[in-house]
């Protein structure tokens, strides 16, 4: 649970990493605004780098007191070793990533969150020492 919890985005954002940390596989993974690996340390083979762009709130009433929705792109990358092709592991990771996020509703506290588009695999590219491929999940709140 972040620091945040107490606030919309901050439940938002524990929700979406709950339903990621539940990919199956026990990958590391690397939430925004992290070092990785720690020292001199050495990368895992394969794990999963997040980013998370939250959009511009709305409110669905005139009034103050109506529901508001939050939507944003909750992004998530496997990462692996160079070598491995597009078509090969990380793609196929990625693909099942896309999978474990479609047509969810996620609750943490009173903030529900969905899933509302079919999440997209992106085209893989290098990244410094490793293959990157994407994953993006559109996202809103229901309750906030």
Same mark, same amino acid.
């Given at each position: 649970?972040?620091?945040?919890?107490?606030? @919309?985005?901050?439940?938002?954002?524990?929700?979406?990493?709950?339903? $990621?940390?539940?990919?199956?596989?026990?990958?590391?993974? *690397?939430?925004? +605004?992290?070092?990785?690996?720690?020292g001199s340390?050495?990368?895992?083979?394969?794990?999963?780098?997040?980013?998370?762009?939250? +959009? *511009?709130? $709305?409110?669905?009433?005139?009034?103050?007191?109506?529901?508001?929705?939050?939507?944003?792109?909750?992004?998530?990358? *496997?990462?692996?070793?160079?070598?491995?092709?597009?078509?090969?592991?990380?793609?196929?990771?990625a693909g099942?990533?896309?999978?474990?996020?479609?047509?969810?509703? $996620?609750?943490?506290?009173?903030?529900?969150?969905?899933?509302? +588009? $079919? @999440?997209?695999?992106?085209?893989?590219? *290098?990244?410094?020492?490793?293959?990157?491929?994407?994953?993006?999940?559109?996202?809103?709140?229901?309750?906030?």
């Open positions: 649970s972040s620091d945040l919890a107490a606030t @919309p985005e901050g439940r938002i954002f524990d929700a979406l990493m709950r339903r $990621l940390a539940s990919f199956p596989g026990g990958r590391r993974l *690397v939430p925004p +605004n992290t070092v990785y690996p720690v340390g050495a990368k895992d083979d394969e794990y999963i780098v997040v980013s998370h762009a939250p +959009n *511009v709130p $709305l409110r669905t009433e005139i009034s103050d007191e109506g529901e508001k929705i939050r939507r944003g792109i909750f992004g998530m990358s *496997v990462m692996t070793r160079l070598g491995v092709g597009e078509s090969g592991r990380a793609s196929d990771v099942a990533l896309a999978a474990h996020f479609d047509c969810q509703r $996620l609750t943490e506290g009173t903030t529900t969150v969905r899933i509302v +588009n $079919l @999440p997209q695999v992106g085209a893989g590219y *290098v990244d410094g020492d490793r293959w990157r491929v994407p994953v993006t999940a559109e996202y809103e709140t229901i309750r906030v």
